[in-house]
């Protein structure tokens, strides 16, 4: 069973961060964010034909500075949020912004003319005066698109955004309080619990808060043995969370038992840098690292499903003429090797299940797909 080869497409700039168009379910669509010092940036919109194995793109200027992170709104595909390396002569510093895609490229991809001609509207600006450097922003995963967090230096806010993204307000906020003036590195909302708990890293350790009173609830002291890169919550445990870091490990935790997480993996050589769930099949986990890998690993035995979905009794008799149905076991399903620099993203589509996109520093986007035969092993 022969499985399609991977389709790469290359930017001209450095590149380190990506989101899938979350709010678009019907086209497989990924959001790319550029880092030049001497250019403009630019937004590339990503469009994946399944069918014919082939990509299209429109290209838009986000002329404010270098872009570090990348997020889609979940209710309306035209809106995203990015932070951004803002320079002057006096300073640089990281901002947050809300912007909207140009309507008329909206549903119109264009594959000859690679070169931006359109620029991102800028709604409003994300942030406190003076509160510090943005690191991400993260929108509520309920899909309505009206709430949104950003994480800036060692504050966390809670906004709320009108339906045109042109204005938002502070609900709430919180601080991190600590030796050294901590600093968030990364963060994630949960999407269970009513989404009312967000969790965040920041150096070794990883918190959960509640949002409704900012106050931690829960705290992982030495999840890693170095730098906490990345986490995401299990889709469909409650109480799941998959965090990676720069011991080259990716660690799987239940938020109730914190001492020891539930398992390691160790397959990467290098920091790793993002670590995703399936956002259906939660035992299919990605990881990307600067060891230029990303890995697709089976961990079937936590997941929701680990011993596979019920069968009939008459599913449970086998044909004399049919071999058994083959198990799923955990382990490394396909390491991809199409990158020849650090891997610093990995994103499922939200379209289709079965494909996902990372991209390395030198600015290569790969669109890889699971394998048929691992496929087959999860819907038979």
């Keep these: 069973m022969e499985d399609d080869a991977p389709v790469i497409y290359g930017l001209e700039f450095q590149a380190r961060s990506l989101t899938a168009q979350v709010a678009e379910t019907d086209a497989i669509r990924f959001l790319v964010g550029t880092q030049s010092l001497r250019f403009d940036n630019q937004?590339?919109?990503?469009?994946?034909?399944?069918?014919?194995?082939?990509?299209?793109?429109?290209?838009?200027?986000?002329?404010?500075?270098?872009?570090?992170?990348?997020?889609?709104?979940?209710?309306?595909?035209?809106?995203?949020a990015t932070c951004y390396n803002s320079t002057s002569e006096a300073k640089a510093e990281m901002k947050a912004a809300l912007w909207r895609i140009p309507t008329d490229f909206d549903a119109t991809i264009n594959d000859e003319n690679s070169s931006a001609s359109h620029s991102l509207e800028k709604l409003s600006q994300i942030g406190v005066s003076d509160s510090g450097d943005a690191k991400c922003t993260i929108w509520h995963p309920g899909g309505d698109g009206s709430q949104l967090i950003s994480l800036v230096d060692n504050n966390i806010y809670l906004w709320d955004i009108n339906e045109s993204g042109e204005h938002t307000q502070m609900i709430s906020s919180g601080t991190l309080d600590g030796k050294g003036q901590p600093k968030f590195t990364t963060g994630q909302w949960n999407p269970h619990h009513n989404c009312n708990q967000v969790a965040t890293a920041n150096d070794t350790v990883i918190r959960g808060w509640d949002l409704r009173t900012m106050s931690q609830e829960w705290v992982i002291e030495n999840a890693h043995e170095q730098l906490v890169r990345d986490l995401d919550f299990n889709?469909?445990?409650?109480?799941?969370?998959?965090?990676?870091?720069?011991?080259?490990?990716?660690?799987?935790?239940?938020?109730?038992?914190?001492?020891?997480?539930?398992?390691?993996?160790?397959?990467?050589?290098?920091?790793?840098?993002?670590?995703?769930?399936?956002?259906?099949?939660?035992?299919?986990?990605?990881?990307?690292?600067?060891d230029s890998r990303v890995i697709l690993t089976n961990a079937i035995t936590i997941s929701s499903e680990p011993f596979g979905h019920l069968a009939d009794e008459d599913e449970e008799e086998i044909d004399e003429d049919h071999e058994p149905k083959e198990k799923s076991e955990d382990g490394v399903i396909a390491a991809s090797e199409e990158h020849e620099d650090s891997v610093y993203a990995v994103e499922w589509s939200t379209a289709d299940p079965w494909l996902y996109a990372s991209l390395s520093y030198d600015g290569r986007l790969v669109i890889n797909r699971v394998p048929r035969a691992e496929k087959y092993k999860i819907l038979l």
């Design 43 to 80: 937004i590339h919109q990503i469009d994946f034909d399944d069918e014919n194995n082939q990509i299209s793109k429109n290209v838009f200027l986000h002329r404010d500075g270098e872009i570090w992170h990348i997020s889609s709104s979940p209710a309306n595909k035209s809106i995203l």
């Design 235 to 290: 889709p469909n445990k409650q109480y799941y969370l998959a965090t990676c870091g720069d011991d080259c490990k990716v660690k799987f935790w239940d938020i109730r038992k914190t001492l020891e997480p539930v398992t390691i993996l160790a397959d990467h050589s290098h920091w790793v840098w993002k670590v995703r769930y399936n956002h259906f099949h939660d035992q299919l986990v990605l990881s990307a690292s600067s």
